[in-house]
């Protein structure tokens, strides 16, 4: 990006020397045509032209700073163009009556008559003005163009991703009601038939309730008894696919009654770990830990796993850049997230420092409402769910 400005830069300083050094050519053969001279001294044309490109740039600077500006000031902008036109005559003189006889000697320099001097200059002032007034105003144009094409570029790109978004919104759009009812008809049926099918089809209900419905407050947090309820669900119905076979191991330790997180990022990375994990090794069991420190205000999280032998299932990592985006615009920086990938094992570490406003949900819950609100989790300092083979 940096070398594609700097060409642009030298692009833009090339055109204009290419297009005064064209300028000065015709300007050369005109006065040729005109005198009926054979030919003239370069340098006398370009000496001559200085002043006026004096002007064009001068006036440009002008016009960006003070007719750019959202509040144009037209008395300053007067007082700099006569300030300018000030110079100009005073360069102007300067290259006639020395620069000239130094440079070109050979050449007759006229007798200075203040008047025509005067009048000579203000012409060649206003013209090389109304130049950089017309090259300003198209370059104003031309920026006005390209910002409302880039504008409607935008607009027609969001509406498009709104349109995609609102499509794959009703594509994947499942009526709760219907759901829900649905699995409780499924789990009536069962109930004659097969305790442990019952037992998946509650579970299922459960998990689809709260992936649905998580129940945030105004700020968007949960109670995280709810998120490990959660996992637990998640955990419980992989079980009950592969008949209770999964070495699966999730440690909750401290008081998490009165906390609250940000929804589903925690299950996020549980089902990283049932995607790309070992699941069937005793040795090496695919563990979740849960950790609150003593004080409530920073929760860790962790899973490990060993990694699956044979053809790994394609991963684009969108799981966890939402994580990151979605923990940087709650938690800012009070939040860590390490992934480590090595040889045999993935281990993924998440801390959330959750801070003062923590301390005041748990100095105004009583410990027996604790209990009471997080339905038995609150008030236990370690809990251990180990489903191993039976």
Known sequence: ??????????????????????????????????????ALDFADVVLTQLPGIYVFYGSIYVYLKLLSARKQKYLLL???????????????????????PLMLPNVEVPPFELSSFVVAGLWTFIRYSFFAFGYY??????????????????????????LEAEYAFLRAQ????????TLNFFYAKSLGCSRELAEGIVTLCEIMRYSLNS????????????????????????????????????????????LRII????????????????????????????????DGRMVHFSTRNKKKSGPKELSHGIGMDNIRKRLSAVYKDKYLLEIKDEDNTYTVALSIHLGTEQDAARKAVSSVER????????????????????
Do not use: C
């Open 1 to 38: 990006m940096m070398h594609f400005q700097i060409n642009r830069k030298y692009r833009v300083v090339l055109l204009h020397i290419g297009a005064w050094l064209l300028y000065i050519a015709f300007g050369t053969l005109n006065k040729i045509y005109v005198t009926h001279t054979d």
């Open 78 to 100: 007067l007082a700099a163009e006569i300030m300018l036109f000030i110079t100009y005559l005073l360069l102007f003189a300067f290259i006639g009556d020395v620069i000239f």
């Open 137 to 162: 105003f198209a370059a104003r144009l031309i920026t006005k163009e390209k910002e409302l094409r880039e504008s409607e570029l935008k607009k027609m790109q969001a509406e498009r991703g709104k």
């Open 174 to 181: 499942i009526n709760p009601h219907f759901l829900h009812n």
């Open 215 to 258: 129940g945030e407050d105004e700020s968007g947090m949960v109670p995280l008894s709810k998120e490990v309820e959660h996992l637990q669900n998640v955990i419980k119905i992989n079980q009950l696919r592969f008949s209770n076979r999964l070495q699966v191991q999730f440690d909750v330790t401290g008081n998490i009654g009165y």
């Open 263 to 294: 929804p589903l990022v925690l299950i996020t990375l549980v089902e990283n770990a049932f995607k790309h994990g070992d699941l069937n090794n005793p040795e090496h069991p695919v563990i979740f830990r849960l950790t609150v420190s003593e």
């Open 371 to 390: 209990a009471d609100a997080v339905d038995g989790y609150a008030g236990y300092a370690n809990y251990n769910l180990l489903i191993d083979n039976p």
